[in-house]
């Protein structure tokens, strides 16, 4: 009976341990994926997407874009992106980063604001302000954002910005979205130093009682 409970306390241990490296490696990803991209930039070489320019493709507008979707009726698709979001971007080299949007309704349906901040962001080297910009209903359940923060190097001067266009389509039920999105990094000149594609996975953001 003693050897058991040493087995199943060993065991116990373990599995903390396990779960603790592949938390902290999940949180070492986001850094060292930034410091290659730096790495990068300063060796003066320019990635394949980068050469290719990848965009974001719009999406077609849907013919029934003044209905509704999902399960809260008679709520506007056109604002069904509204709300804040849980994101996984799974860059090229299939790093992963976690990170929230924030999607803020407009003057009118269908656009508004977006405030984007991920682990990635104040990773060094170079750290960089939340991410900013707007967002568009396209039709049916697809929209487009685009948003961009300013970076700094490692004296904190200006360098530049990084952001995203990001293409997003949402789930039936309105909790869920994936999408596909182009990551940028941009001098002080606008010039595209480093770009990347992004497979996005997003799930609503839901508050928490006390």
Same mark, same amino acid.
């Given at each position: 009976m003693k050897s058991r409970r040493i087995f199943s306390i060993l065991v116990l241990i373990g599995l903390v341990i396990i779960s603790m490296t592949a938390a902290q490696a999940q949180n070492n990803g986001a850094a060292e994926l930034k410091k290659r991209i730096f790495a990068?930039?300063?060796?003066?070489?320019?990635?394949?997407?980068?050469? !290719?320019?990848?965009?974001?493709?719009?999406?077609?507008?849907?013919?029934?874009?003044?209905?509704?979707?999902?399960?809260?009726?008679?709520?506007?698709?056109?604002?069904?992106?509204?709300?804040?979001?849980?994101?996984?971007?799974?860059?090229?080299?299939g790093s992963e980063v976690r990170s929230t949007l924030q999607i803020l309704p407009g003057g009118k349906d269908g656009e508004g604001s977006a405030v984007h901040a991920s682990e990635f962001s104040l990773a060094p080297p170079s750290p960089t302000l939340p991410e900013q910009g707007s967002w568009e209903f396209v039709g049916g359940t697809l929209f487009n954002a685009s948003?961009?923060?300013?970076?700094?190097?490692?004296?904190?001067?200006?360098?530049?910005?990084?952001?995203?266009?990001?293409?997003? /389509?949402?789930?039936? /039920?309105?909790?869920?979205? !994936?999408?596909?999105?182009?990551?940028?990094?941009?001098?002080?000149?606008?010039?595209?130093?480093? !770009?990347?594609?992004?497979?996005?996975?997003?799930?609503?953001?839901?508050?928490?009682?006390?």
């Open positions: 990068q930039i300063a060796s003066g070489a320019r990635s394949q997407a980068a050469q !290719t320019n990848m965009a974001v493709q719009s999406h077609s507008v849907d013919a029934a874009a003044d209905g509704h979707v999902g399960i809260l009726a008679g709520y506007p698709k056109k604002n069904a992106l509204v709300g804040t979001w849980n994101v996984v971007l799974t860059f090229g080299d948003y961009y923060g300013y970076s700094f190097d490692e004296q904190l001067a200006p360098f530049g910005k990084i952001g995203f266009r990001h293409a997003i /389509t949402i789930g039936g /039920t309105q909790e869920s979205f !994936t999408g596909n999105a182009v990551f940028e990094v941009i001098d002080l000149n606008g010039q595209i130093l480093f !770009t990347d594609t992004c497979q996005t996975r997003g799930v609503r953001q839901h508050p928490v009682a006390p």
